[in-house]
C-alpha cells in the first residue's frame, strides 16, 4: 500500500504551559497538536492509541543518547550541509511492521527542514524480505543522524509484532487471545504494548493502577486468596480484578467470592480444561506459565480466554529492518 508524498514540518520541543497529558478526546486531541510534532503526524499517533506526546518525548531520549550533547561527527565531516537524499526502510526478512509512524516520530525531531515521506505500508501488515515500509526524502545529515534511532525502535516494535502474530495465528480458529504482561523495558511499555495489538494479540493492564492482580505474594500477605480479593474490592470497588490461582480449590475460593477474571498459573491443559467446566463462564480464564506455540493450540482449544505471554515483550528479537539511501529525485 503507498500513500502521496507528504510534507511534515519541522518539529520543535513542547513550550511552557502546553497542556499535554490530558484525556484522548477533542481537546485532549488539539492539545497534542499543538506540541512539537507534525499535526498530521501527531493524529495518526493519536489514532493509533498512542500519546503524541510520548512519542516525542521518547524520539528525543533517543536521540540525545545517541548524540550525548555533540553532533554526529562522521556524518557532519562527510557530508555536505545541503545534501539531499532518499533514504528506504526496508524489510530484511519476512515478519509484521510495527512503529513506522514512531520512526518518523524519530526523524522528526532530527530534521532542521521540512521533509517528505511516502508510506508503503501500515503498522500490522505482514511484510516480506526486500519490501519498503517508508521512504522519507530531506537533508542527508538528519536522514544519517536518526537513522539508528528510528532502527531501533522499528526493529524492536516489528519484532514483537511478528512475534505476537505468530502467537494469533496459532490461536486462530478459537475464541483464546494470545495477551502481553508487564514485563516490557522501562519507559517503552505504551510503544510495546501497541506493537503486540499490531500483530494481532491483545493488552493486559497498562499499569498497576488501572486494574487489580492478586498474586502468590498478594495471597501470602492477606492470609488467603479470597481475603485478598476481598481486600481489593472492598477498598477500590470500580476496579477490574484478576486473581492468580495455583490449584482448583483456590478457583472454586475466587469464583465463588467475585472474582471478574482469573489467572490459572501453570496449569496444564488438562487441568485448564477442568477449570472451564468448574467456572462455566462465571469468570474469564487466563492460562499462564509452560506455554509454548508448540502447545498453545492444546491450551486455547480448552476454551480459556486468553494465554497470557511475558515473552512477547521480553524475548522477541527484533525484526531485521535496514536503511538504503539513495540521490533524491
Not at 505468530?166 to 517503552?188: E, I, M, S, Y
Not at 488467603?224 to 481486600?231: C, D, E, I, L, P
Not at 490449584?247 to 488438562?270: C, K, M, S, W
Request: aromatic share 4%; glycine share 8%.
Amino acid at each position: 500500500m503507498s500513500t502521496p508524498d507528504l510534507p511534515l514540518a519541522q518539529s520543535g520541543g513542547c513550550g511552557d504551559g502546553c497542556a499535554c497529558g490530558t484525556d484522548q478526546d477533542t481537546d485532549a486531541l488539539e492539545a497534542y497538536l499543538e506540541c512539537g510534532l507534525d499535526p498530521a503526524l501527531a493524529e495518526l499517533l493519536a489514532d493509533a492509541g498512542l500519546d503524541p506526546v510520548e512519542v516525542e518525548d521518547i524520539a528525543n531520549v533517543a536521540i540525545q543518547e545517541d548524540l550525548d550533547n555533540g553532533v554526529d561527527v562522521t556524518t557532519v565531516a562527510t557530508i555536505p550541509e545541503d545534501a539531499r537524499a532518499t533514504a528506504d526502510f526496508t524489510a530484511r526478512e519476512a515478519g509484521v511492521a510495527a512503529g513506522l509512524r514512531v520512526a518518523e516520530a524519530v526523524l522528526s525531531v532530527v530534521c532542521t527542514d521540512e521533509f517528505e515521506v511516502e508510506r508503503h505500508v501500515e503498522d500490522g501488515d505482514r511484510v516480506e524480505a526486500g519490501q519498503k515500509l517508508l521512504s522519507v526524502t530531506t537533508r542527508t545529515r538528519d536522514l544519517l543522524t536518526a537513522e539508528r534511532s528510528a532502527l531501533n525502535i522499528l526493529c524492536r516494535l516489528s519484532g514483537i509484532a511478528t512475534a505476537t502474530r505468530a502467537w494469533a495465528d496459532a490461536l486462530d480458529g478459537t475464541k483464546a487471545k494470545v495477551r502481553d504482561t508487564r514485563k516490557t523495558t522501562p519507559g517503552l511499555r505504551s510503544l510495546e504494548k501497541y506493537a503486540v495489538r499490531c500483530g494481532g494479540g491483545v493488552n493486559h493492564r497498562m499499569s498497576l493502577s488501572d486494574a487489580a492482580l492478586v498474586k502468590d505474594n498478594h495471597v501470602v500477605a492477606a492470609g488467603g486468596v479470597a481475603q485478598a480479593f476481598k481486600a481489593v474490592r472492598e477498598r477500590f470497588p470500580d476496579v477490574p480484578i484478576e486473581v492468580e490461582v495455583d490449584t482448583l480449590h483456590q478457583l472454586r475460593e475466587v469464583v465463588d467470592a467475585g472474582a471478574d477474571l482469573i489467572l490459572l498459573d501453570n496449569f496444564t491443559p488438562a487441568e485448564c480444561a477442568e477449570a472451564v467446566a468448574l467456572v462455566g463462564g462465571r469468570a474469564l480464564l487466563e492460562a499462564s506459565g509452560r506455554l509454548t506455540l508448540d502447545n498453545a493450540r492444546a491450551y486455547a482449544d480448552t476454551g480459556v480466554d486468553f494465554l497470557a505471554v511475558g515473552a512477547l515483550t521480553h524475548s522477541s528479537p527484533i525484526l531485521d529492518i535496514g536503511l538504503d539511501l539513495r540521490a533524491a529525485e
